[in-house]
């Protein structure tokens, strides 16, 4: 079965910095990878996603990340966050022959002005 | 944009009780899931479907059953609620990208 590791629960910024919010994962089959953002109070919403290809994938709000496969990893970037970005951000990994999708246990984003 | 509609929105029962969780989607997506969120664990999957009469089981499915009636509606049940099952409930659905409900908060007193 898949796992998702996302090591940092809390990362504080301010307005104007750059992030890094780290996702690894483990499964030895075909997967999908995917960034989801929950602000407070509601359900997930996507992000971004990777499956093949270009292993840097852009998302919406300026957010992209960046797939590795020797470090069994898909971290979420962003070079100039807003106030607005504070949320808790989910890393997933789906497989493709089950479909089923697993979740990390969420990185709580605070962006102080 | 997808919908996923979940109901009720709220609803508190007592240990043993019996308690229905709801979820519809209007976008004919084959999958659909049940996810619980916890402080400090995340989401983790209950049960998931691919399609009406399909179940197969996630990672905590313990006290749990589910039942996809059609493509569109995915039930959860809690047959004998415990204490340990109060949570936030999240049901999606999926092709690829994964659309959430609102969400359905249980407390089990």
């Known amino acids: 079965t898949q796992t998702v590791s996302q090591s940092d629960a809390h990362v504080t910024v301010f307005e104007g910095d750059s992030v890094e919010l780290r996702c690894n994962y483990s499964?030895?089959?075909?997967?999908?990878l995917s960034w989801y953002i929950q602000h407070h109070g509601h359900g997930l919403q996507f992000l971004l996603k990777?499956?093949?290809?270009?292993?840097v994938v852009q998302g919406v709000n300026g957010f992209e990340a960046e797939f590795s496969k020797s470090d069994s990893s898909f971290h979420l970037r962003k070079a100039s966050v807003h106030w607005s970005d504070s949320a808790v951000y989910f890393c997933?990994?789906?497989?493709?022959?089950?479909?089923?999708?697993?979740f990390g246990t969420g990185t709580r984003l605070q962006v102080l002005p | 944009e997808a919908a996923v509609t979940q109901s009720p929105r709220n609803k508190v029962t007592v240990t043993g009780g019996n308690v229905t969780l709801s979820c519809r989607q209007t976008?004919?997506?084959?999958?659909m899931y049940w996810y619980r969120q916890d402080t400090g664990h995340g989401l983790r999957l209950i049960h998931y479907?691919?399609?009406?009469?399909?179940?197969q089981i996630g990672d905590v499915p313990d006290g749990y059953k589910a039942t996809r009636t059609t493509q569109e509606d995915f039930f959860l049940l809690l047959e004998l609620a415990s204490p340990s099952q109060t949570s936030l409930y999240f049901c999606?659905?999926?092709?690829?990208?994964?659309?959430f409900g609102s969400g359905t908060r249980l407390t089990v007193l």
């Open positions: 999606a659905s999926s092709e690829e990208t994964l659309y």
């Open positions: 499964y030895g089959g075909s997967i999908y």
């Open positions: 990777y499956y093949s290809g270009n292993p």
């Open positions: 997933a990994v789906r497989t493709s022959n089950t479909n089923k999708v697993v």
């Open positions: 976008n004919s997506h084959n999958y």
């Open positions: 479907s691919y399609g009406a009469g399909n179940l």
